[in-house]
């Protein structure tokens, strides 16, 4: 299988604080892939570092293909016009669809001759979405770019990504502070937490490889592997990697998304990342 972006032994800093710390992941192609993580994670870091924005001090980062990124304050020039806003890809980009953008637009009633600063947040958002896309990205990086969006045109935004995925082999590489809004979209799942790579896997796997278990405080966790455990009157509740606990007074069910996200966070030091192959991994 090969993957979109590789990224091994990757450190960054600015200045002398350390913003990442020993990152290794793969994501294969043709994924939708969410980044979450709480702020200051270094989340924008590592998409920086992927589109070439951020130099790594330590590791690499390969690209297979071109990347294209919208930034987290979609940078769009507010005076020009969405035609204007074209031509100016079209100047900017070897490579570049016009007229899937064009139609793209036409699809989202988003009309060329309004000035940018005029539209909508959402239709900004499409706009900043559709240049990406007119570049022919074998990646796509997004940078929070639902963030202030009603959950309408957050659908929408995703809807209309997720149509380019299906239609040709494009990777995605997504960030959010909202997990609900990459259970839908997403098939897989990268955790960063403090400068540290947590959890970088499929998200069905993920899910199918842990549990959510509860029981009283005084039973024993013998026979299974936790991730994180809290407790609240004299129940205890952990999200557990693999098999459940062997005592029979443990409950499990199957994790939500946003358990198994909770989860990881909670416990910085629990990471559930696969075996990479390759240099430095
Ligand atoms: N240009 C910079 N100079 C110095 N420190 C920086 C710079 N950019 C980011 N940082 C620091 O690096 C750390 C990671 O920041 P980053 O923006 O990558 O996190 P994030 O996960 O995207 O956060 P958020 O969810 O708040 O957007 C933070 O502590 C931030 O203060």
């Known amino acids: 299988m090969s993957s979109a972006l590789e990224v091994t032994g990757l450190g960054v800093r600015y200045r002398r604080t350390w913003v990442l710390r020993d990152c ?7 994924r939708v892939a969410a980044l979450v993580g709480p702020n200051g994670a ?8 992927a589109v070439g924005l951020v130099r790594p001090a330590l590791g690499s980062v390969r690209v297979s293909g071109e990347a294209a990124f919208v930034a987290q304050d979609k940078p769009l020039y507010e005076s020009l016009t969405v035609a204007e806003m074209l031509a100016f890809g079209r100047r900017m980009n ?13 699809g989202l009633s988003i009309p060329l001759r309004r000035k940018v ?47 380019e995925v299906a239609e040709r082999r494009l990777t995605v590489l997504l960030s959010s502070h909202v997990v609900s809004d990459l259970e839908e979209t997403g098939d897989w799942l990268i955790v960063l937490n403090a400068g540290r790579l947590q ?45 459940p606990p062997l ?25 559930a990342l696969p075996k990479l192959t390759g240099v430095g991994a």
């Open 247 to 271: 005592d029979p007074r443990w409950q499990a069910r199957s994790p939500g998304l946003d358990e198994l996200v909770m989860g990881y966070l909670r416990s910085p030091e629990s990471a």
């Open 117 to 163: 600063g005029r539209l909508s947040g959402g239709q900004q958002a499409q706009v900043a979405v559709t240049l990406a896309l007119a570049s022919r990205p074998d990646l796509l990086v997004l940078d929070e770019p639902l963030a202030n969006l009603d959950p309408l045109a957050r659908h929408e935004v995703m809807r209309s990504i997720m149509a």
């Open 42 to 49: 270094g989340k924008t870091t590592l998409m920086h570092t």
């Open 24 to 30: 290794s992941l793969a994501v294969p192609a043709g």
């Open 199 to 243: 959890v970088s896997g499929d998200i069905e796997e993920l899910l199918d490889g842990h549990l959510v278990v509860t029981g009283p405080d005084e039973a024993s966790t013998a026979g299974t592997q936790v991730v994180s455990a809290s407790r609240t009157g004299g129940q205890v509740g952990m999200l557990v990697r693999g098999a």
């Open 94 to 106: 070897r490579r570049w669809d016009g007229d899937a953008a064009a139609a793209r637009l036409a």
